[in-house]
């Protein structure tokens, strides 16, 4: 059974780092894109960034181009997500899915069949 677990939230103040990390099992990896979204309180959930099952390919919101950089290590199972110069509007609860079908790539929210659990970040002003 497909399971994503993702790690690494907290607090942080505004300027500072975090790296998430999400641990896959259950489907070949390297053949499925990945992506984290993330969900703040009263917010719909949105995208963040996404890494393809083409090596190198990723794609990023406006929102945290620049600051964000999304990677995988497929011999690992696990995605990362790198994320610097924080601000408090990247407080969200963030979520690591797998696209739905292999060698597929898409950004929309309903084309990702397995999620994780979640996991919380914080930045304080």
């Known amino acids: 059974q497909a399971q994503l677990v993702e790690s690494g939230g907290g607090l942080v103040q505004a300027g500072g780092s975090l790296r998430l990390t999400c641990a896959a099992s259950?489907?070949?990896?390297?053949?499925?894109?990945m992506a984290w979204f993330r969900q703040a309180p009263g917010k719909e959930r949105e995208f963040v960034a996404h890494?393809?099952?083409?090596?190198?390919?990723?794609y990023y919101a406006d929102s945290v181009k620049g600051r964000f950089t999304i990677s995988r290590d497929n011999s690992k199972y696990t995605v990362y997500l790198q994320m610097n110069s924080l601000k408090p509007e990247d407080t969200a609860v963030y979520y690591c899915?797998?696209?739905?079908?292999?060698?597929?790539?898409?950004?929309?929210?309903?084309?990702?069949?397995?999620w994780g659990q979640g996991t919380q970040v914080t930045v304080s002003s």
């Open positions: 899915a797998q696209q739905w079908k292999p060698f597929y790539v898409s950004y929309a929210r309903p084309d990702f069949y397995i």
């Open positions: 259950g489907r070949t990896f390297k053949d499925y894109s």
């Open positions: 890494t393809s099952w083409i090596p190198g390919s990723t």
